[in-house]
């Protein structure tokens, strides 16, 4: 599937691309490398003392390099290529574990956009959310690489189980190899639709023991910004359909008035059919119970911004609850970014995390707060 997925894509633009006439062309290119450095102190509730480490330490950095090349003012085809490495993180969400790569292209033309590589869906690109600074964010969060959710697991060689959704965009098939295609913006409302040959992928939730983690998915989304007087409007909606009766609906809403911004976003998943349904025991290792719970769950966040100068600052709130069973995640984040120059990030937050599992027992729970500063080089 995938040979054919790459052959098929691959002939579709060399077709658009070679129909066009011969005019003067251009080419671009850009390369740019950030570090990020987190030191974190964690306070948990007594009952869960001896699961956490009070310190934790943790480095990222990230490579990206693009080019460009114009066959005129209305066609041009563009190449991207990201790499991303780190140490002691909690969840290893890059596609290779600890680090990993994005390789991926577009064709612009007056028609649309043609994306095709390892690329996320339509609905996750085009949708709009709570507005968070600095390198934690609300939507799969990094706070839980300072203290530990038990519903979110993902370790390189281990086994990947998500019991509750961890954003409320829908992220379900990662950075698989896909392609996607986005309309004209056309009064101020963009339309897009993407196809997913193989849905598991490491940044994504599918454990790749699933029965179904080889099978397909579609994505819509549409983004809508549009000016009230001073307040700026900016709309999304998203649907996916995973493996046939899988189904996930995405909306989000993002209101701008000066340098404040306020904002928020819902997610919702459900299983339709009978195909496949929630692993409820401990098949294997590698497969627990539970690993898939987050296919029928909700998702939703709320949050402020503010900027003044290189100051930005933002207080958020997250919430996933699994629709079956016990399982709840809530994340209280105030998170604040001071840019010294351009080189140069200082970054400081504060959170209270309430985990709640399937059960009481300790393993599934977790509960308390952590405290976050560090900084940041751009180059």
């Known amino acids: 599937m995938r040979q054919l997925f790459k052959f098929g894509v691959a002939v579709g633009m060399a077709f658009c691309v070679g129909g066009q006439e011969t005019y003067a062309s251009s080419f671009d290119y850009d390369v740019s490398v950030s570090t990020q450095s987190l030191y974190g102190y964690a306070d948990v509730a007594k009952r869960f003392e001896n699961s956490v480490p009070n310190n934790h330490f943790e480095n990222t950095g990230f490579f990206s390099a693009s080019a460009t090349y114009g066959f005129n003012d209305d066609y041009s085809l563009s190449f991207y290529l990201d790499a991303m490495a780190a140490t002691?993180?909690?969840?290893?969400?890059?596609?290779?574990?600890?680090?990993?790569?994005?390789?991926?292209?577009?064709?612009?033309?007056?028609?649309?956009?043609?994306?095709?590589?390892?690329?996320?869906?339509?609905?996750?690109?085009?949708?709009?959310?709570?507005?968070?600074?600095?390198?934690?964010?609300?939507?799969?969060?990094?706070?839980?690489?300072?203290?530990?959710?038990?519903?979110?697991h993902r370790r390189n060689k281990e086994y990947t189980s998500f019991k509750t959704l961890n954003s409320t965009d829908i992220n379900t098939d990662g950075v698989a190899l896909k392609a996607a295609y986005y309309t004209p913006e056309f009064y101020n409302t963009v339309l897009g639709f993407s196809y997913t040959p193989d849905t598991q992928n490491r940044r994504g939730l599918v454990n790749n023991q699933a029965k179904y983690a080889r099978d397909d998915a579609y994505n819509f989304g549409l983004y809508h910004n549009h000016d009230l007087g001073p307040v700026n409007v900016q709309t999304s909606l998203g649907y996916g359909i995973f493996h046939k009766n899988d189904k996930e609906l995405s909306a989000g809403l993002n209101l701008s008035y000066g340098n404040w911004d306020l904002g928020g976003a819902f997610r919702k998943t459900y299983v339709d059919g009978n195909d496949y349904s929630i692993n409820t025991i401990d098949s294997s290792y590698k497969t627990p119970a539970l690993f898939d719970n987050y296919r029928e769950g909700t998702a939703w966040n709320v949050g402020v911004g503010y900027k003044f100068g290189p100051i930005k600052t933002s207080v958020g709130f997250f919430e996933a609850k699994a629709e079956n069973t016990s399982n709840r995640d809530r994340i209280f984040l105030?998170?604040?970014?001071?840019?010294?120059?351009?080189?140069?990030?200082?970054?400081?937050?504060a959170a209270h995390v309430d985990f709640r599992g399937e059960n009481s027992d300790v393993e599934n729970n977790q509960k308390g707060y952590a405290f976050v500063a560090g900084f940041g080089l751009n180059f």
């Open 88 to 152: 002691d993180k909690e969840i290893q969400n890059f596609n290779n574990g600890s680090w990993g790569k994005q390789l991926s292209a577009d064709l612009n033309t007056p028609f649309g956009t043609l994306s095709v590589g390892e690329i996320w869906n339509a609905a996750y690109n085009l949708s709009v959310s709570a507005p968070v600074v600095g390198p934690l964010f609300l939507n799969n969060s990094e706070i839980v690489d300072f203290i530990a959710n038990p519903n979110w």
């Open 334 to 349: 105030w998170s604040n970014d001071f840019q010294v120059n351009k080189y140069l990030n200082i970054y400081a937050a």
